[in-house]
């Protein structure tokens, strides 16, 4: 069994890949920062470089 320690962010949008054990986690998901966890509410993107989710 092969354990699983990084995931890409939920947000289909958003490019980065987090450490499942310092992600932040909403309704069983991982996500890169609390503008992807909570659907971008305001257009902000996560911030991240390289990164151009949700803009």
């Known amino acids: 069994m092969v354990a699983v320690t ?3 962010c939920a947000c289909d949008s958003c490019l980065c890949v987090v450490d499942v054990a310092t992600a932040l986690q909403k309704s069983g998901q991982v996500y890169c920062s609390e503008a992807c966890a909570n659907g971008h509410p305001d257009g902000s993107g996560c ?3 390289g990164c151009q989710c949700d803009k």
């Open 47 to 49: 911030g991240h470089p």
């Open 6 to 8: 990084q995931m890409k």
